[in-house]
């Protein structure tokens, strides 16, 4: 598992690369995402991020990083938010820090899925009616549990299972 500031500084590196930015929802939404693609090919057990998802009004979010970026508002993320976060992927290279190459695997994955997309189509997805977030909304629970993301991976992707 990694830390949600350890998978924010990977994506704001990726989109840099790009020469894009990422808001402070984006960065939120494509975590979730990569982390729901990590739980569904590894199980519920066995999370990318060690920190919960909770269920906010605009999707899956994980406080501590929402405390880190809010500041940026509908501005994009910068990197040196992250400059005291230990890194996964170096900057240069791309390449996975040892040790973490299934993370940034996952994490590049889930950039280039969701990363082309604004706030409010992310926010549409993570609203799926089916969805972990959705479900959990309906049933007033605060945290997205990781077997109900694991659902949600089986329910949109199972043939990638």
């Known amino acids: 598992m990694i830390s949600c500031l350890q998978g ?3 994506l704001v590196q990726l989109a840099d690369a790009e020469g894009r930015g990422l808001t402070n929802l984006q960065v939120q939404k494509i975590l979730y995402f990569a982390n729901m693609l990590f739980i569904g090919r590894s199980g519920p057990d ?3 991020i060690e920190d919960k ?3 906010w009004v ?3 979010a994980v406080d501590l990083l ?3 970026i809010k500041r940026y508002g ?3 993320v910068k990197r040196e938010a992250f400059d005291d976060i230990i890194p996964i992927m170096n900057e240069d290279t791309q390449e996975p820090e040892e040790g973490y190459k299934t993370h940034v695997e996952v994490l590049k994955d889930a950039y280039k899925r969701w990363g082309k997309f604004d706030s409010y189509k992310l926010v549409g997805i993570s609203h799926w009616r089916k969805g972990a ?3 959990s909304v309906d049933s007033e629970e605060k945290e997205i549990s ?3 993301i694991k659902e949600e991976f089986d329910a949109r992707y199972s043939h990638e299972g």
């Open 8 to 10: 924010a500084k990977t």
């Open 46 to 48: 066995n999370p990318l």
């Open 53 to 55: 998802f909770l269920t």
């Open 58 to 60: 605009y999707g899956p």
């Open 66 to 68: 929402y405390e880190r």
């Open 74 to 76: 509908k501005d994009s």
């Open 133 to 135: 977030w959705k479900k």
């Open 146 to 148: 990781n077997i109900l």
